[in-house]
């Protein structure tokens, strides 16, 4: 939402722009993760880069020949032995093309893949919960399986490898096209061979489920507000304003912001959920094309949640909007963060329609903290690390919330 996000968003605005900053993680639902935005987007919406929009030509007709493209198509036309398609051959080439790029988050969607990929970000619809990447290598990887959905039920964890779906490879295939071999009716199965660490390859049957995804939750623990933003979607800033309302009234001393396993979503989403506790004018996120800096989004000034102690959990799930939203904090002084180094993804994409019902995601910037560091590949090391044990897990045992519980009960002693 990618589409500041690896993949995973929902709810666009109206309009032909999108653009997020995903990983393209997706969700596998898949859901995909997506980071959009009112102003700019980490996934999926309209994407207003203050003025930006795409060229229509980057280059002079004499720098590509087209001409060789329509000789190639004549020649395949009148010697080839059977029946050709038309319109599969164009899609051909606009998928060639754009493949050229050597971007996994650059892509060309056909209109029926189109239509897949925006009921994606409906929020609700059939896959197995798990949000999908890939990695240095351009492996297809699970960034974070969904709580509570069939993905985690069945033991896929983040980082772990997708090599076949339904024993078809998946090199070469990028993120969206393993997303939609993933999904599929409710009810239905998928096999996926996974490789994880230096085991040996082995096979999970998943049944596919509806998957549905709130925004956000949050309890009450003590003193302490726990509020936990599973993505970044239209109503995540009027739940969070609910919460930290209800929080106000409880009289909370210190907040833990969980952000663990949030593929990412609207750009403006982050900014809005960082200026609950940041000064009006701060800075939140930079844009920036090579040297050129396109836009910085600056914090809003409703600092409901300004002064508090705050601790922001992350691990490797955690992209696009989560992580400009932990280094906003961080930066800006507001939070420790504890956990696992994040995901990773530091580039913002914008889609743009096209005729026919087809459409264009292409990487347009990459976006800086406040500091001025892209986590693009590297992600953002948590200030104190805490990990979760596979007996941890078992024994239903968060050490890393336990963390940050002590370092808050120390701070509102």
């Known amino acids: ?31 995909t993760v997506l980071v959009f935005g009112g102003g700019v987007a980490v996934g999926r919406g309209d994407l207003h880069l203050k003025g930006l929009s795409l060229s229509k030509t980057t280059t002079s007709q004499a720098a590509f020949d087209y001409n060789s493209v329509d000789q190639l198509y004549n020649l395949l036309k009148n010697n080839f032995d059977g029946s050709l398609d038309n319109e599969k051959l164009l899609d051909g080439i606009k998928t060639g093309l754009v493949n050229a790029a050597d971007d996994p988050y650059t892509q060309y969607f056909n209109p029926e893949d189109a239509k ?13 919960g798990a949000e999908l990447g890939t990695d240095a290598n351009n492996n297809i990887v699970i960034v974070a399986p969904l709580s509570g959905y069939p993905a985690e039920a069945a033991g896929l964890k983040p980082k772990d490898i997708i090599s076949a779906i339904d024993g ?17 009716d409710v009810g239905t199965q998928v096999k ?7 085991q040996p390859a082995f096979e999970l049957t998943i049944t596919r489920a509806q998957i549905t995804i709130p925004s956000v939750s949050y309890s009450v623990e003590g003193v302490i507000g726990y509020l936990k933003i599973s993505q970044f979607t239209n109503d995540t800033l009027k739940l969070t ?4 309302s209800d929080f106000k009234t409880k009289n909370i001393k210190g907040i833990i912001l969980d952000l663990r396993s949030d593929p990412g979503g609207y750009l403006s989403g982050a900014v809005d959920i960082s200026s609950l506790w940041l000064d009006k004018g701060k800075v939140v996120v930079a844009q920036k094309r090579g040297n050129q800096t396109l836009a910085t989004e600056y914090a809003k000034g409703d600092a409901s949640l300004k002064g508090l102690p705050t601790v922001v959990l992350i691990n490797s799930g955690s992209a696009s909007a989560s992580e400009i939203t932990a280094g906003a904090l961080r930066d800006n002084g507001a939070a420790t963060i504890v956990g696992e180094k994040s995901f990773g993804k530091g580039s913002i994409q914008q889609v743009q329609s096209l005729p026919g019902g087809g459409e264009l995601k292409v990487t347009i910037a990459r976006w800086f903290t406040p500091s001025g560091k892209n986590i693009d590949k590297q992600g953002i090391t948590p200030d104190i690390e805490v990990l979760i044990s596979d007996d941890d897990q078992k024994a239903g045992r968060d050490p890393q919330k336990d963390r940050a519980t002590q370092i808050l009960s120390a701070k509102i002693q």
């Open 1 to 31: 939402m990618d589409y500041l996000s690896p993949n995973s968003d929902i709810a666009v605005p109206p309009g032909p722009k999108k653009s997020w900053t995903l990983p393209r993680i997706l969700i596998a639902l898949l859901l």
């Open 116 to 128: 897949l990929f925006n009921e994606e970000l409906t929020g609700s619809f059939s896959g197995i």
């Open 168 to 184: 078809e490879t998946t090199s070469g295939i990028g993120v969206d096209r393993a997303v939609r071999k993933i999904r599929g």
């Open 192 to 198: 996926l061979t996974v490789l994880r660490g230096s």
């Open 241 to 244: 304003k609910e919460a930290a």
